[in-house]
């Protein structure tokens, strides 16, 4: 227990540190800067080419999303999330250890060119993620926290981090396996995940873009604005276009839709007029929330198509 405690201890004045160093240290790996560089990047590519041009600046939504970036990416893992995780996974190598495993590894990728290591990281982890994704939309009580992120209104880059911080704790976990069998450095993580959070800046983007051919590869703003679309077809009661960075795997399993142009379809999900709009309300929505007559059938429907898949 005592070992535990110390973890905890560590990883709060590490993470506050960390958080100090990143803002007073500038640096080409510093993600601070990044995140910073990349939003005002792709807010300024809104504003000269914007897509819906009676679309304001300053959307609705815009600042909750701009406290969601703060909160999600750094306050959350302050708050607890960086401790918590530290300790699940000392407690899991402990686990392995009494069946006397000393890691995961089992594919060696360290001595591959580095162009092959991120690529080889990069799909396995958008595949799980778009995985992850479809579950969100099919489990009723994943939903549930999944429904903060469809409550936007009006897409902008932003509108990638309006999630519930519950998001970050299922996608991490469900990543961890997998990614912990094969061995990748710190540094080569760091690319990976900005180059995945920029093409989650442009799927949100008051952008018109497609990418043309390799459109079918990579998301994009006329891909992605259908899966935020409030109406759904019939026959896709769960939502489609799941990719997060890379579109392909829609086109691969059938769940790509884009019928139409969809620069002016309306956003949200059914019943998302009573949806709280402040942070505060908004997080602990998914613990108070009791379901209504529409979500209960819904649900239902759901359900339903489940036994049958």
Not at 289 to 294: A, D, E, I, M, S
């Amino acid at each position: 227990m005592e070992k535990y405690l110390k973890i905890i201890k560590d990883s709060f004045t590490g993470y506050f540190n960390y958080l100090v160093d990143e803002i007073s240290n500038p640096s080409w790996t510093n993600y601070f800067y990044w995140l910073i560089g990349l939003s005002l990047l792709v807010w300024v590519l809104e504003i000269l080419i914007p897509w819906r041009k009676n679309q304001a600046v300053f959307r609705k939504g815009f600042w909750l999303d701009s406290f969601y970036i703060l909160f999600n990416f750094f306050l959350f893992s302050l708050v607890g999330y960086n401790a918590i995780s530290n300790v699940g996974v000392e407690l899991f190598n402990d686990f392995l250890a009494l069946f006397g495993i000393e890691n995961l590894v089992a594919i060696e990728v360290q001595d591959l060119p580095a162009w092959s290591q991120l690529l080889i990281m990069f799909v396995i982890a958008d595949f799980i993620q778009w995985n992850v994704h479809r579950q969100l939309h099919r489990r009723p009580w994943l939903w549930k926290f999944h429904k903060i992120h469809h409550s936007v209104k009006e897409m902008g880059f932003a509108a990638q981090f309006r999630f519930h911080f519950m998001e970050t704790i299922v996608y991490k976990s469900v990543q961890y396996i997998p990614l912990a069998m094969i061995g990748f450095g710190i540094q080569e993580f760091f690319i990976v995940h900005m180059f995945a959070v920029f093409i989650g800046h442009l799927n949100h983007a008051n952008l018109g873009w497609n990418y043309g051919i390799f459109g079918y590869l990579l998301n994009n703003p006329k891909m992605h604005i259908w899966h935020h679309s409030k109406k759904l077809p019939k026959d896709r009661p769960y939502g489609m276009n799941y990719g997060l960075s890379l579109s392909i795997w829609d086109y691969l399993f059938g769940t790509a839709y884009i019928p139409k142009n969809g620069k002016n379809i309306e956003l949200g999900f059914e019943g998302d007029e009573n949806f709280p709009e402040g942070f505060g309300k908004q997080l602990a929505y998914p613990f108070q929330h009791k379901q209504t007559t529409t979500q209960k059938k819904f649900n239902k429907i759901r359900n339903h198509e489940n036994k049958t898949i």
